[in-house]
């Protein structure tokens, strides 16, 4: 971990819930099943397919940390079904809380295989899908941002992980139920193990440039994340820094700044222009912008902005 990195693990605190729910699974929804191609595993998943007559966008929504597809209720599905576009939430292995699940390859193979499954069973315009997870899914989504084998349109990471190595410790320093997880989940035995947590953190891979030219990335969090939320903001400032140095990014106005960071980390906002500018209801604390990869830090917390996310996926960023 860089000095930088550390100084950010240390101005972060975390507390709160991984992620809320709703009571109830929108009614629309259709379970189905697939099997992996690489274990035999049966993936369950829910889908709703657009009634439109023309190919329609197709929305893959990824599970958080702590749950699985039939688990989670609260979900994107009522805002896709509105727009009639096409929907598919797969459970690819579930819980982060064994070796098959934290972004391993079966993870990826399994989102991967349920993209292949809404293609050929739902009428979609292929050059607009779009990849959306929030806290653990919003984990799955840069992992599939850096090794899903399909041309995705647009890839939107809310309040997502980053770091297990970085998580690990902060967990571990707040006593929650994660750091135990992630040791579970790393295959790490009953010891933690840096390494192996590098090897489950897209920090730390390999940023396919050439492949993801076309590919929009949307990263958000609220600035309260990680003091009344699980995942510090750190993990989304240091991943959007990354792909910036791998994008070989020249100018150095688009990255956020040590000062920057360590403002929002230790007084959780930022001067804004009086009015801010606003995403739904929120006000836009920060942002910075690279070719197609944008960060957004806003006056919230571990959370996604239903209401806004999918009209955010469509918006083109230069």
């Known amino acids: 971990m860089t000095g930088k990195m550390l100084l950010l693990f240390a101005l972060t605190l975390l507390i709160g819930p991984a992620y809320s729910q709703s009571p109830q699974r929108p009614d629309f929804l259709i379970k189905d099943s697939i099997q992996s191609s690489l274990d035999r595993n049966v ?36 805002q896709a079904h509105a727009k009639e576009w096409n929907y598919i939430f797969p459970n690819f292995r579930g819980v982060n809380n064994h070796p098959k699940a934290c972004c391993s390859e079966f993870v990826i193979s399994d989102i991967d295989e349920a993209i292949d499954w809404a293609v050929k069973n739902m009428k979609v315009d292929t050059k607009h899908i779009y990849v959306i997870g929030t806290s653990g899914g919003g984990y799955a989504t840069l992992a599939m941002y850096m090794k899903s084998r399909h041309t995705i349109h647009t ?24 750091a135990a997880e992630i040791v579970k989940c790393i295959g790490a035995g009953e010891t933690f193990d840096a390494q192996k947590a590098k090897e489950r953190s897209p920090l730390f891979w390999k940023t396919p440039v050439k492949k ?14 990680g003091y009344t939320g699980s995942v510090p903001i750190s993990h989304s400032i240091n991943f959007y820094n990354k792909l910036l140095t791998d994008n070989n990014e020249k100018d150095k106005s ?12 230790k007084t959780q906002t930022f001067p804004t222009s009086n009015p801010p500018e606003m995403i739904g209801d929120r ?36």
Do not use: C
């Open 212 to 225: 993801r030219k076309n590919s929009q990335l949307q990263i958000y969090a609220g600035i309260h994340d």
């Open 43 to 78: 993936q369950v998943f829910y889908y709703d397919k657009s009634t439109a007559s023309s190919p329609q966008p197709l929305v893959v929504e990824l599970h958080s940390w702590s749950n699985s597809a039939d688990s989670q209720k609260d979900m994107v599905a009522v």
């Open 155 to 178: 890839f939107s990471a809310w309040a997502a992980i980053s770091d297990l190595e970085a998580w690990y410790g902060e967990s571990s320093e707040r006593k929650n139920k994660y």
């Open 283 to 318: 006000a836009i604390l920060y942002q910075k912008s690279s070719k197609k990869i944008t960060l957004t830090i806003f006056e919230g917390t571990h959370e996604i902005l239903k209401n806004v996310a999918l009209e955010l996926v469509e918006a083109p960023k230069s």
């Open 254 to 265: 688009h990255y956020v700044s040590e000062t920057d960071a360590i403002t929002m980390l």
